[in-house]
């Protein structure tokens, strides 16, 4: 907190004009972090706007009002202050450049956002956030080599140590050619290892020792499948490490892979009953930073939820405390008898279907084959891109994204018309 008693007497007796709006700038923008955090958005954007007006245009200042504009939907002022930030620094501005290019790309203009990161590079070549921001623009233009070179950088651009197992991360970093033994970790959720799947078959042309490291709830899964034996719950002495999302740049695959999951997976070749069997997977993991925008709360699904001729189910690990569950349903949770992944594998085989948001059983239901509708935010993952309805990524993937921030109703009619279309041919 900030000594304002120590402050006051300070600015009292201050002669210096310049060191005067200094400090009242830097204290109301240390002010509006503050209100920030407890989440009192009003007095925040006060506090930055006096902060501006103390010391018109500082970059850091318009930056912080950007982002602040950018975090409550408002595209206009977003974009305005993250241009006036580029402004007052000529381009030449790395972080504001940064920021804006992100903030460009999450609004669907991805030439602005290509350009920012480049001029970041040209900058600093060594700028990986960049390098990193480049590889989702790429990745959402379908050009999948460039996208895998520039993903790379990610190891060099974010702090791992919250995410992958310190003694993992002490190893040196595999380079496809090394010999030695290898320890293939992840270093996101279930759901980007069970998209890499695809390209594990590229290891069998080394002559290296690997294995996949993994938690007990996923080696539930993968025990059932050819790789059963590559399979560790502990980390094992190894002389390199590798992330299982290198793997496609390692071996320079060029291709969406997504025929492999056949030879991994038994298929989903279930006759659809006459009321068709639906699972719903409304919110995910709520550790995640994006879990907010991602999750829907069960209200906004009503007109699908209240559809008698369907029978639905939650595939939801806890109901109780999950504040995106704000209308009850008499609706089983099966996710309450959940004790690993293979019995979420389990119960997808026995549905006809699965609408959910962007979480891992939206993986897990494409790598069966079952018939997946999923509901995305209007800024998703990068490969969840465009307009497209359809994803070379998954087969049995149909998309329905929302058109603005934040609005779900349209993302849910268009889902409950496919549906209804999918199981009845209406």
Request: proline share 2%; glycine share 4%.
């Amino acid at each position: 907190m900030l000594e304002i008693d120590k402050i006051i007497p300070y600015i009292h007796n201050c002669q210096n004009t310049d060191k005067l709006r200094k400090i009242l700038s830097e204290t109301a923008t240390r002010l509006s972090q503050i209100y920030g955090q407890q989440n009192d958005k009003s007095l925040e954007e006060k506090l930055l706007l006096i902060s501006n007006f103390i010391i018109p245009n500082q970059a850091t200042t318009l930056t912080r009002l950007a982002n602040f504009y950018h975090e409550n939907n408002d595209v206009n002022k977003t974009l305005l202050f993250a241009e006036k930030a580029l402004e007052v620094t000529k381009h030449k501005n790395v972080q504001a450049l940064l920021n804006a290019a992100i903030i460009h790309a999450e609004y669907g203009k991805p030439e602005n956002a290509k350009k920012y990161y480049k001029t970041c590079l040209k900058l600093n070549k060594n700028c990986h956030k960049a390098s990193f921001g480049l590889s989702m623009e790429h990745f959402k233009e379908n050009k999948i080599s460039k996208a895998w070179d520039f993903y790379y950088s990610r190891h060099y651009a974010f702090d791992m140590e919250s995410k992958v197992n310190k003694k993992i991360l002490k190893l040196p970093l595999w380079d496809g050619k090394q010999k030695g033994k290898v320890i293939f970790y992840n270093e996101q959720g279930y759901g980007d290892f069970l998209f890499a799947m695809r390209y594990f078959h590229h290891l069998d042309t080394v002559d290296n020792e690997y294995r996949f490291f993994m938690d007990e709830n996923m080696a539930s899964l993968v025990k059932t499948t050819k790789y059963s034996e590559k399979v560790t719950t502990k980390v094992i002495k190894s002389d390199y490490r590798c992330s299982y999302l290198d793997i496609p740049y390692l071996f320079k695959s060029r291709k969406y892979e997504q025929a492999e999951y056949k030879k991994i997976f038994i298929q989903h070749n279930k006759t659809i009953d006459k009321k068709p069997k639906i699972a719903v997977v409304f919110s995910g993991n709520k550790s995640y930073v994006g879990d907010k925008q991602r999750s829907i709360k069960t209200s906004q699904l009503n007109s699908i939820l209240s559809d008698n001729r369907y029978e639905f189910f939650f595939l939801q690990k806890d109901l109780t405390d999950n504040s995106f569950y704000d209308k009850k349903y008499e609706i089983k949770n099966l996710g309450t008898d959940l004790e690993n992944y293979l019995d979420t594998l389990k119960i997808l085989y026995s549905m006809d279907g699965l609408i959910t948001v962007d979480t891992s059983v939206a993986h897990l239901g494409a790598a069966i084959g079952l018939p997946t509708f999923v509901l995305l935010n209007s800024n998703p993952d990068f490969r969840w891109h465009g307009d497209e309805k359809t994803t070379p990524w998954y087969s049995s993937w149909r998309i329905f994204k929302q058109s603005t921030r934040g609005n779900w109703d349209d993302v849910v009619l268009n889902c409950q018309t496919f549906v209804n279309e999918y199981f009845f041919n209406f």
